[in-house]
């Protein structure tokens, strides 16, 4: 929630706008469970996943492989917390096939090959929605456009291949012509 701008929406109705304008939702857990919303008593980041599973969104999730190995002010420090953490990876790991991984390079690593499979797997429109770009009359434009072009082809060809017009009148070759002379 850090990385978003001051807004005159409510954190969630921000971040469902976020979502519903992306075509992938990335999750990443460590060792926190994240800030929490006080009325439902989730984290953010669960209603997030959460949203976008019911949205459709295809989900790449990335769990760190042992909550074990991570220094202690990179973990929950409560017993409360770290058993929503734990609720929340196990209801992570049972909806979908999850990506483990221990460190920085081996996290990027995992979600750039994620990704290109993503692209080819699950098609989306991209980051400018073509959807919102490309209008009926743009595309009429476009078809008109195309056929002008093709018009204009073909009109260059024919002058390439053929004479001018208004030579038909003169001598073509073979007619014969007689030029007297004293």
């Known amino acids: 929630m850090e990385i978003f701008p001051a807004s005159h929406d409510d954190a969630w109705t921000l971040i469902k706008r976020v979502i519903d304008q992306s075509d992938y939702y990335l999750l990443v857990i460590a060792g926190k469970y994240g800030s929490l919303d006080e009325r439902l008593g989730l984290s953010y980041t669960e209603m ?9 969104k295809p989900v790449m999730a990335f769990l760190y492989g042992d909550l074990g190995e991570l220094k202690s002010d990179l973990c929950e420090s409560t017993e409360q917390l770290r058993n929503k953490l734990a609720a929340f990876r196990r209801k992570v790991q ?3 096939h999850v990506k483990f991984w221990h460190t920085p390079d081996e996290l990027a690593g995992q979600v750039a090959l994620t990704y290109n499979k993503f692209i080819r797997q699950y098609e989306a429109t991209g980051w400018i929605r073509a959807d919102q770009i490309t209008s009926a009359e743009s595309l009429r434009e476009l078809i008109d456009a195309k056929s002008r072009v093709e018009q204009l082809e073909a009109d260059l060809a024919s002058a390439r291949t053929s004479a001018p ?3 038909e009148d003169l001598a073509q070759g073979d007619d014969e012509f007689r030029l007297p002379f004293w």
């Open 94 to 96: 049972k909806a979908r």
């Open 48 to 56: 997030e996943y959460d949203y976008a599973v019911s949205v459709g």
């Open 165 to 167: 017009t208004g030579t």
